[in-house]
């Protein structure tokens, strides 16, 4: 399985990254991305870090891990730029972060991060029928996540993509322990949010696609 949303010490979660494959690994994923927070102050050291780990990661694990990013809280001019920092310095995975329904987010911040194109738009809260158009056009992947507070926005955001064809990524947003769920779990509130089990699995298809892609 698979799950391309948690952080690490190297931003705001609990664990080295190294602890935090392992702890994926013990419930069944075979990769993640580990997508700490980023802006001018701390993306250089992001990267470095991130980019260290994975490289030095080995196959035998079980595990593989991606490098990523999450940019957050960001004024809007300054998402293209660093987007474009993020995939010189050959980072796997960009996420922006949304205008979650549960955090002070600059207005805008929606768009700019799709015109950017990042690849993941997280938590994009009640995003507005221009942006999901936006996000389809592009083939951004849209999150519905796991994460509580974030999360109260999932049903919209599926109805949106159900209505205008957006890719959607279901993911966990994790920070601590108990963010990291089971498949099993992470199917649950798929299903809460009006997804049907076909339509998990053919998340799950584009998920991995992406993945052998990146």
């Known amino acids: 399985m698979i799950n391309l949303h948690c ?15 392992i702890r994926y690994r013990a419930v069944g994923y075979k990769v993640i991305a580990i997508t700490d927070h980023a802006d001018y102050s701390n993306i250089e050291k992001v990267i470095s870090g991130i980019r260290n780990f994975t490289q030095h990661w080995p196959k035998s694990t079980g595990i593989q891990v991606l490098s990523g990013v999450e940019l957050t809280h960001l004024p809007p001019e300054q998402f293209a730029p660093l987007v474009r920092y993020c995939r010189k310095n050959k980072i796997q995975v960009v996420i922006g972060h949304g205008q979650t329904p549960v955090e002070p987010v600059i207005e805008n911040t929606n768009r700019a991060c799709l015109e950017a194109e990042v690849d993941i738009l997280a938590h994009p809260g009640y995003l507005s029928d221009k942006d999901a158009k936006l996000a ?26 159900l209505i205008y064809g957006c890719r959607l990524v279901l993911s966990h947003d994790s920070h601590q322990g108990c963010d990291i769920i089971s498949w099993q779990k992470t199917v649950s509130f798929a299903q809460k949010a009006g997804l049907t089990y076909k339509h998990i699995l053919d998340i799950l298809k584009q998920m991995q696609d992406f993945v052998k892609n990146v």
């Open 7 to 21: 952080h690490s010490l190297l931003s705001d979660g609990c664990f080295l990254p190294s602890e935090l494959a």
């Open 136 to 161: 389809s056009k592009k083939k951004i992947f849209l999150e519905i996540t796991s994460r509580s507070g974030h999360s109260r926005a999932n049903s919209y955001v599926v109805k949106k993509a």
